[in-house]
């Protein structure tokens, strides 16, 4: 625990440093200094070792260099497991992986946030800790965010493109394209359709209850155990940004209020299909917090922005002392890094089944 109390101790006096510390005239250290905070960021996530849950099954992969078992994932994951592959090296896939998937998640952050180090913040705090395990996933929520401007500009076909390409690191990215749609919806008709799919669902579950296919699957897919807390999390933080936007003290900023239509199926999914199955489709849609949230806080005073961040760093902690007790070991403590770790006979000690 005491390396991710550093590591966010050294980010935050960074970011610290480049908003408030640095003259606005002095652009050219500014940007070192945040440039700094953000290589650290992703120096952690490219050079850990077995740290993630998904971590063994990713090396082990490679290390085993079974072509059957690369048949089973997306056409470009399949590439970049090939090269991998191709260098006989399995920490290679992190770095591949890692790489796109924060410079345009930050790049994403630094275009659409009236706030960046905020947003960047929120990013670390509430996603981060999924991107070291879901790395397919973490890539392809980046590629669909980092398209968020094709949507405001109404650039269909550009964004169903990135979405696509997103598809080819992780099929469920295609569930993207409803963003594009969802940012015009009023919040209000999004809502009752929820509803509506929220009865209509065990209705429609029971029906198909005597296909012996389909009954299997729709109960598998609400099997996975996990995440039954973070979704009441995410509900109340919702419900928040509500009250703040409605009670807003300076009513002349306006907020995309697009945006709250986007986030509110990440918030219904998972109470849908559990907390974990849930959990992970929502991604596509919750990660528009990291723009939302400094939108809201833009109209209060500073210390709002203060106690976000106190209030999400300590579901940031929180969170890595609850997965001490998943099982024997937690997949995030202790962190290890790659080049001080056995990679040649390495013993993991979680397995992810």
């Not at 947003?119 to 670390?124: H, R, V």
């Not at 669902?201 to 699957?217: F, G, M, R, T």
Request: aromatic share 20%; with cysteine.
């Amino acid at each position: 625990m005491l390396f991710y109390i550093l590591f966010i101790g050294i980010v935050l006096g960074l970011f610290y440093i480049a908003q408030y510390r640095i003259n606005s005239d002095k652009s050219l250290t500014k940007d070192i200094v945040e440039c700094f905070g953000l290589f650290i960021i992703i120096a952690v996530s490219i050079f850990r070792f077995d740290v993630g849950y998904d971590y063994p099954t990713y090396y082990e992969l490679i290390d085993s260099h079974n072509p059957k078992d690369v048949e089973r994932f997306e056409p470009l994951s399949t590439v970049f497991i090939k090269i991998a592959y191709f260098f006989k090296t399995p920490c290679l896939i992190f770095i591949l992986f890692g790489l796109p998937t924060y410079i345009l998640i930050f790049k994403a952050l630094k275009k659409y946030s009236v706030d960046f180090y905020l947003s960047a913040l929120i990013y670390l705090f509430l996603f981060y800790l999924n991107s070291l395990g879901s790395i397919r996933q973490a890539l392809a929520i980046s590629i669909v965010s980092y398209a968020f401007g094709y949507v405001k500009e109404r650039r269909t076909l550009i964004f169903f493109a990135f979405c696509i390409l997103a598809s080819q690191f992780h099929t469920p990215a295609i569930i993207g394209v409803a963003i594009y749609f969802l940012y015009r919806f009023s919040f209000l008709f999004v809502l009752l359709s929820l509803i509506v799919i929220s009865v209509a669902y065990p209705i429609v579950k029971s029906l198909l209850s005597n296909h012996a296919y389909i009954s299997e699957y729709l109960q598998n897919i609400t099997s996975y155990s996990g995440g039954d807390k973070i979704r009441v999390f995410y509900l109340i933080l919702f419900t928040a940004l509500l009250a703040l936007t409605f009670y807003r003290r300076k009513p002349s900023l306006a907020i995309d209020k697009g945006l709250f239509s986007i986030i509110l199926p990440g918030v219904f999914l998972p109470f849908l299909f559990g907390g974990h199955l849930g959990g992970r489709i929502a991604e596509y849609f919750l990660i528009y917090l990291a723009i939302l949230i400094p939108q809201v806080l833009s109209l209060y005073q500073i210390r709002w922005k203060a106690l976000c961040v106190y209030i999400l760093m300590l579901y940031f902690f929180l969170l890595l002392y609850k997965t001490q007790f998943v099982s024997e070991r937690s997949p995030y403590i202790p962190y290890q890094s790659i080049f001080f770790a056995d990679t040649e006979t390495p013993t993991f000690r979680w397995t992810y089944l």
